[in-house]
């Protein structure tokens, strides 16, 4: 079983940054691709960004391209979220979640992941 736990959510004000890391158990971690999802409250899971077991292909939803970039260590089996000018529209609670073993592709729906961490919250003021 894959445990994921995330860490790095907090209070910032607008503008500001915030890095969020997931450390993810197993010995597969590089054959699953990764991803980040978050939920506001009233509002469904939705896609922020994926990358593949590889690290060679991302995915962003267009609302965060050019401020969040995700990463992976695959050494480390921790994959990371670095979120640059943030808004009050980013405040969501943020999870981690992972496809499964050579489950490589960098895919962007919530049915595609298998295993999700806790979340962290991530607090925008304005």
């Known amino acids: 079983q894959v445990q994921l736990v995330e860490s790095g959510g907090g209070l910032v004000q607008t503008g500001g940054s915030l890095r969020l890391s997931c450390a993810a158990s197993?010995?597969?971690?590089?054959?699953?691709?990764m991803g980040w999802f978050r939920q506001a409250p009233g509002k469904e899971r939705e896609f922020v960004a994926a990358?593949?077991?590889?690290?060679?292909?991302?995915n962003y939803v267009d609302s965060v391209k050019g401020r969040f970039t995700i990463a992976r260590d695959n050494a480390k089996n921790t994959v990371y979220l670095q979120m640059n000018g943030l808004s009050p529209e980013d405040t969501a609670v943020y999870y981690c979640?992972?496809?499964?073993?050579?489950?490589?592709?960098?895919?962007?729906?919530?049915?595609?992941?298998?295993?999700w961490g806790q979340g962290t919250q991530v607090t925008v003021s304005s």
């Open positions: 990358i593949s077991g590889s690290g060679d292909t991302t």
């Open positions: 979640a992972g496809r499964g073993s050579f489950r490589g592709r960098a895919a962007i729906v919530v049915e595609e992941y298998n295993y």
């Open positions: 197993g010995r597969t971690f590089s054959t699953s691709a």
